[in-house]
């Protein structure tokens, strides 16, 4: 696996994703001025910059100085785990939703413990950088699961009221 090509790709994609993202939101208005929404909108935001930032991290630390991937994917895991748990206790009912964003919790877990114990990876035989590149995957997977449920169910209701 080469790294870095990897992780250049990987944050390059996920940028363009926020910037999507956000060409959307600003066709529906609505969405902004309601609470509920806007968290969403903004839980679908972290879902992208996140991981990207966390991509450009480890480009910068790649396998030579892993000290400063590993210190930057568990800060910013624990900003979107946080966030992600105080989205899971506002959520409405929709199990979708509230699977996606538990699952989304864990796998910010799941990065930060990697991040701090990078030795766990060497157990299912990965180095640890290749091993928080599976794990940063599943979240841009969650990540377009929410915007996918986000645009054919509740955001598509509300642009239409």
Request: glycine share 10%; charged share 10%; hydrophobic share 55%.
């Amino acid at each position: 696996m080469d790294v870095s090509a990897f992780y250049a790709l990987f944050s390059a994609t996920c940028f363009t994703l926020v910037g999507l993202w956000w060409n959307v939101v600003q066709s529906h208005a609505a969405w902004m001025s309601d609470p509920s929404l806007r968290r969403v909108v903004g839980g679908i935001y972290l879902s992208f910059l996140l991981p990207a930032l966390m991509g450009l991290f480890a480009q910068i630390g790649g396998t030579g100085q892993p000290q400063i991937w590993r210190a930057a994917f568990v800060a910013l895991s624990a900003v979107g785990c946080a966030c992600t748990l105080r989205l899971l206790a506002r959520s409405r009912g929709d199990r979708f939703v509230t699977r996606q964003q538990a699952g989304a919790a864990l796998l910010y877990a799941l990065i930060a413990v990697v991040g701090a114990r990078p030795e766990l990876a060497g157990h299912i035989g990965l180095r640890p950088i290749q091993a928080e590149a599976l794990l940063l995957i599943g979240l841009i997977v969650l990540g377009h699961a929410l915007v996918w449920r986000f645009m054919a169910g509740e955001g598509r209701a509300e642009s239409k009221a």
